[in-house]
């Protein structure tokens, strides 16, 4: 494996073992960040109907790609050696509406979350956090276990990178793992900054015309890859 298992951006005619090795590191990155816990969910769209998943019950800080199943977009399982989470429906759900979508990430990560428990809205409070804004609010605190929870968020997040559920998680899509990974560190982050900054004072909300500068400079694949490569180190 190349050093940062990243020798293929997209999932296009990416070997589907390599792609199950992005996966695996892009899980184990987002457990040490403190994003996913025993929960949490990352997959990777390997054609029109099959997803690479987590097995629900894997320990995500020591995750093999044998904890990794394929199933289809309604949600059946095709393959692997344990069963894939109860919210597999969220994924089957966003890539069954958002076909350029090939990566998303799901996880209860507490920051944003604590936002969307008193009414607070998600501000872009720094730069990266710019990328997702405005994100989009799945009014309900339901698990989405099932389609019509499924289609409930995906119609939620509509053309958005990310969405927020109400008193439950988080979701970021993207173009392959990289981008899906790199935008739920940038919205925790910015979360977690936006809920200091609230305990000693108003927080400055980025203005328009500051969100789109950030947009232009730092939705840049080199600065995912750098983002990315950094917490890749970290795995050891
Ligand atoms: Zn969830």
Redesign the pocket.
């Known amino acids: 494996m190349s050093q940062t298992g990243l020798k293929h951006r997209a999932s296009q005619g990416t070997p589907e073992a390599e792609l199950k090795q992005q996966l695996v590191d892009c899980i184990r990155m987002l457990e040490q960040a403190d994003i996913i816990d025993y ?1 949490g969910h990352a997959s990777i769209r390997l054609d029109d109907n099959r997803i690479l998943i987590n097995i629900g019950s894997c320990q995500r800080s020591r995750l093999t790609v044998d904890d990794i199943c394929t199933i289809d977009l309604e949600a059946n399982q095709l393959e692997g050696k344990g069963n894939a989470p109860l ?1 597999r429906h969220l994924h089957c759900g966003i890539y069954r509406v958002r076909p350029e979508v090939k990566a998303i990430v ?1 996880a ?1 990560p507490k920051w944003s979350t604590y936002l969307t428990m008193v009414g607070e809205s998600y501000l872009p409070v720094y730069a990266q956090g710019s990328l997702v804004y405005p994100v989009p609010l799945l009014d309900s605190p339901n ?2 276990n099932n389609r019509v929870m499924a289609d409930r968020l995906a119609a939620t997040l509509g053309d958005r990178p990310a969405a927020l559920m109400k008193s ?2 988080a979701v970021t899509v993207g173009k392959d793992i990289v981008e899906a990974f790199v935008l739920a560190n940038y919205m925790e982050e910015n979360a977690s900054r936006q809920y200091m900054a609230l305990q000693i004072g108003k927080p400055y909300p980025f203005n328009e015309e500051e969100v789109r500068l950030c947009r232009e400079k730092l939705w840049n694949e080199n600065l995912f890859k750098r983002t990315w490569d950094h917490f890749h180190a970290k795995l050891g």
């Open positions: 929960n919210e799901h209860h698990s989405i439950h998680g």
